[in-house]
C-alpha cells in the first residue's frame, strides 16, 4: 500500500536556479554508452535513461489538419514537466507529432525540468510510416518527406537525443522476411539528412543527433533485428546502421516473475558487446496492479546494469490498455500508486555515477548474412539495400521545409506556475495533484525547478567527442542570454483523507525563472 507519510516527508528538489536562459547540452555516445557532458570538465559521464512514454490520448489522438498535438499546449506540458521531474524522470518518449506545429514553448518547458526526449518520426495515417507487409510501397518521396520534416522541426533543440525510425515494423515471420533492407535504407537516409542539414547550418549550432530503432518483444526475432540493423556495411557512402537499439520488453511481471523467470538473463548474453546503446524504449508488465516496478532495482540496476541504459515505462497517463502511472481528468491529475512504486524503485536501484574514461569502444561486427539467417530462418538478412528515389536525394541534399523551426523560447510564466512562493500569471489555470492508492486519496503538492548542474548558459561553449559513427561533427555550442534568478526548494506536501474529493489546487508559485537558450 501507498505509504503516505513517506509520500509527505519526500524532498523533491532537483537542483536550485542558477541563471536563466539555459540549454541541456546535448547528449553523445562513446561505444554502447549515452554520455552526458559535463560542464565544468572535459570528462563526461554515463546517462542512464529513467524515462516514461509520455504520449497523452494515444497515437489515435492524431489525425488529419490538426491545430494541436502532445506538445503544443505549454500549460499541459509544464503541469505533466512537474510531475514527471518529481518522478524522477530525464527522459521521454514522444510517438506521434505534427511536425508543422509550433512546439517551442513545450520543448523549452521539458528542457528547464532537465527532461531528454526522443521521438517516433512515424504516425498511424496513412502513408507517414512503413507498411510492413509491402514496404516498398511506401518507401517513397511521400514517407519519407515525414520522416525528414519531424527531424526538420526537432534537430534544433538541443535537449532531443534522437529519433525512432521504426516502432515495431518487424513483429513477426511474413514482416522479417520483407522489412528488414527497408529499415536500414531508411536509416542510411535519415542519417544523410542530418549530416547534410548540420553542414549546412552556422558551426556554432553543430551536435550529434541519433537514429534507432524500437524492436518488439518477438523473442525470436530481436537478436536477428539488432545484429542486422547494427552491423557494418563495408563501403558505405552513408552509413545505414542503427546509432541506438530499443527493445519494448514485457517479459517482467511485478509480483509474478523473478530474474530467472522473466528472461532477463539472456539480454546480458545477447547484448553483452553491443556496439551501440540498448535500453528499454517500453517496459512494465501490468498482468497485477498495482506495478511494483522490481525490475527496475532487480533487473534494469541489478544484473543488467552493464548491458542497458535504462529504459522508458510504458506509460505516463491511463489509457484503455490500464499502464497509466497517473490519470488526467480534465486538469486534476491523480497519481496512482505505480507512479510512487517507480519513483521509489528509482530510489533503490542507487544508480551509479560511471566517468566516460572508464569506459571500452565496442565497434560494430561486420555483416553476415549467414550468421543472421542462422539466428532465425524467416529472417531476412538481404543487404541488397533499395536506393532512394531522385525526390528522396533532393530532399535529403537541400533539406525538408516545415512551417516552424524549432527554438528554445521564454517560458517564465509557465515554469513559475509549479514553482514555490510565487504568485501565478493571469489567466493560467494550475492542476490539481491528487495520491491515490485506491481505497486513499490525498492532495499532494508538486514543485518545478531547474538543476542547473547539466545546464549550459551565457554564450558558454562546451565541446565533447563522440566515438559513435559521425553524423554531424561533435562539437556543441549553446549560445543564449542570461540574467539573475533565485532559488528555489520544492518538496511534496499531503493532506490525507479516505474516499474523499478534497482536491486541493497546486499553485503556490516561485520566484523568478529565467527564459531559455534558444539554439540556433
Not at 549515452?34 to 570528462?43: A, H, L, V, Y
Not at 485506491?438 to 548542474?453: I, Q
Amino acid at each position: 500500500m501507498l505509504s503516505f507519510k513517506s509520500v509527505a516527508s519526500t524532498l523533491i528538489a532537483l537542483g536550485a536556479l542558477l541563471q536563466p536562459s539555459q540549454a541541456l547540452l546535448p547528449l553523445t555516445i562513446k561505444g554502447n554508452r549515452f554520455i552526458q557532458p559535463s560542464i565544468d570538465s572535459d570528462e563526461g559521464s554515463v546517462f542512464f535513461i529513467n524515462g516514461v512514454d509520455y504520449q497523452i490520448g494515444g497515437s489515435s489522438d492524431y489525425t488529419y489538419n490538426m491545430t494541436s498535438d502532445v506538445l503544443t499546449d505549454a500549460q499541459v506540458c509544464a503541469r505533466d514537466a512537474t510531475a514527471l521531474q518529481n518522478l524522477g524522470v530525464n527522459t521521454i518518449r514522444i510517438y506521434t507529432i505534427d511536425p508543422d506545429l509550433n512546439h517551442d514553448e513545450c520543448m523549452s518547458i521539458f528542457n528547464s525540468a532537465g527532461i531528454y526526449v526522443i521521438l517516433d518520426v512515424n504516425s498511424p495515417l496513412g502513408g507517414e510510416s512503413l507498411n510492413r507487409f509491402d514496404p516498398g510501397s511506401t518507401y517513397n518521396a511521400w514517407y519519407m518527406s515525414r520522416v525528414f520534416k519531424v527531424i526538420e522541426s526537432f534537430r534544433t533543440y538541443s535537449n532531443v537525443i534522437g529519433f525512432f525510425l521504426g516502432n515495431e515494423v518487424i513483429n513477426d515471420e511474413k514482416s522479417a522476411g520483407v522489412d528488414p533492407m527497408y529499415l536500414r535504407a531508411i536509416t542510411r537516409d535519415a542519417r544523410a539528412y542530418i549530416q547534410n542539414r548540420m553542414k549546412d547550418d552556422n558551426s556554432t549550432a553543430s551536435r550529434d543527433i541519433f537514429v534507432g530503432y524500437s524492436a518488439a518483444d518477438e523473442l525470436s526475432l530481436r537478436m536477428p533485428t539488432f545484429e542486422y540493423l547494427t552491423c557494418e556495411l563495408e563501403d558505405e557512402e552513408v552509413d545505414s546502421s542503427i546509432e541506438f537499439f530499443g527493445l519494448n520488453s514485457y517479459e517482467w511481471c511485478s509480483g509474478v516473475s523473478t530474474w530467472e523467470s522473466s528472461g532477463y538473463s539472456k539480454l546480458v548474453t545477447g547484448f553483452n558487446e553491443s556496439s551501440v546503446p540498448v535500453f528499454f524504449s517500453e517496459y512494465g508488465c501490468n498482468k497485477q496492479s498495482p506495478r511494483t516496478f522490481d525490475e527496475v532495482s532487480e533487473g534494469i540496476y541489478g544484473p543488467l546494469i552493464d548491458v542497458l541504459d535504462g529504459g522508458l515505462v510504458y506509460e505516463y497517463a491511463e489509457e484503455p490498455s490500464n499502464y497509466g502511472l497517473v490519470d488526467i481528468d480534465d486538469n486534476t491529475i491523480t497519481l496512482y500508486e505505480d507512479y510512487f512504486n517507480f519513483k521509489d524503485q528509482l530510489v533503490k536501484a542507487k544508480i551509479p555515477t560511471i566517468n566516460e574514461t572508464k569506459l571500452e569502444d565496442y565497434h560494430a561486427p561486420k555483416c553476415n548474412s549467414s550468421l543472421i539467417q542462422a539466428m532465425d530462418s524467416s529472417f531476412n538478412a538481404t543487404f541488397d539495400l533499395p536506393q532512394a528515389n531522385k525526390d528522396i536525394k533532393w530532399m535529403i541534399d537541400n533539406g525538408e521545409s516545415v512551417q516552424h523551426v524549432g527554438k528554445f523560447v521564454n517560458v517564465d510564466k509557465y515554469l513559475n506556475m509549479y514553482a514555490s512562493d510565487g504568485s501565478i500569471a493571469s489567466g493560467l489555470t494550475t492542476a490539481t495533484f491528487v495520491a491515490s492508492s485506491g481505497k486513499e486519496s490525498s492532495t499532494t503538492a508538486l514543485y518545478l525547478t531547474v538543476d542547473s548542474k547539466n545546464l549550459v548558459n551565457n554564450k558558454a561553449t562546451k565541446t565533447s567527442s563522440s566515438s559513435a559513427k559521425p553524423t554531424s561533427t561533435s562539437s556543441t555550442n549553446v549560445s543564449s542570454s542570461s540574467t539573475s534568478s533565485s532559488a528555489t526548494v520544492s518538496s511534496i506536501s499531503t493532506a490525507s483523507h479516505k474516499n474523499g474529493a478534497d482536491h486541493v489546487q497546486v499553485g503556490a508559485v516561485a520566484g523568478f525563472f529565467g527564459i531559455l537558450a534558444a539554439l540556433i
